[in-house]
């Protein structure tokens, strides 16, 4: 019974692996960028690589290397990185109610390894979710992250000064290249857009740039949600 137990523990660890290979080829590219942002920032390679095996986050890891860049305090990113991140306690208390039950140490530790992209693959997986298949498809996810974090720093390292530079520019290119496709698909988003950069406008005359764009994407979002029309209404004036 125990041997066959074990086959099956094998079985799904192997069968997350094969779901997390997309995930961590996918992750390549994203990756290697940040390494190579987070160079032009002025991070050395550990601490590169010590903010992926801690933190796991793309979005938040970009957020906080435009927060450093403009000489933002501690309290303000982490402050800032966990409102963009809160969404994951709703991703994993869904995902809670589809994992096999086990020990709260395991759920604990592959909890930290939930992602948009793991969630997903995990979520439409049909039938319960066992922890083996969870840490299969972690794994490879985490692996590639932090492994290629750390090779886009060593290559940027290797760029010359100029052109590391100019990477910096590449932040907010990425966080417009991310934004436009929002803005074409909802109005809202333009409103929160633009909210948000009359918020932080405003209050950096008189507050720190590191609480001026905290306290400027809470008010947006609060004040656009509260303002903003029903599904119905809102997809109306998408489409």
Request: glycine residues 8%; neutral net charge; contains cysteine.
């Amino acid at each position: 019974m125990s041997t066959t137990i074990l086959a099956k523990k094998h079985s799904d660890f192997r069968e997350g692996v094969q779901a997390g290979v997309s995930i961590g080829l996918g992750y390549m590219p994203i990756a290697l960028t940040f390494g190579l942002i987070a160079k032009s920032t002025g991070l050395s390679v550990s601490e590169t690589i010590l903010m992926s095996l801690l933190v796991f986050a793309g979005a938040s890891q970009y957020i906080a290397l435009s927060l450093l860049a403009v000489g933002t305090g501690v309290f303000e990113i982490i402050l800032t990185t966990f409102i963009v991140n809160i969404r994951h306690l709703l991703m994993s208390a869904s995902l809670n109610e589809k994992v096999e039950d086990d020990h709260p140490g395991k759920k604990a530790l592959y909890a930290f390894g939930v992602t948009d992209e793991t969630f997903s693959v995990s979520a439409i997986k049909e039938g319960t979710v066992s922890t083996g298949y969870m840490f299969g498809v972690i794994i490879i996810a985490y692996s590639s992250w932090v492994i290629n974090s750390g090779i886009g720093h060593v290559i940027g390292s290797s760029l010359p000064q100029t052109l590391q530079e100019s990477m910096s520019v590449a932040l907010y290119a990425m966080f417009v290249g991310l934004l436009v496709p929002s803005m074409k698909k909802h109005k809202k988003v333009i409103v929160l857009a633009g909210a948000a950069a009359i918020c932080n406008t405003l209050f950096s005359q008189f507050l720190s740039t590191g609480w001026a764009i905290v306290l400027a994407t809470l008010v947006a979002a609060v004040v656009v949600e509260f303002f903003a029309k029903s599904p119905k209404q809102e997809e109306e004036i998408s489409g």
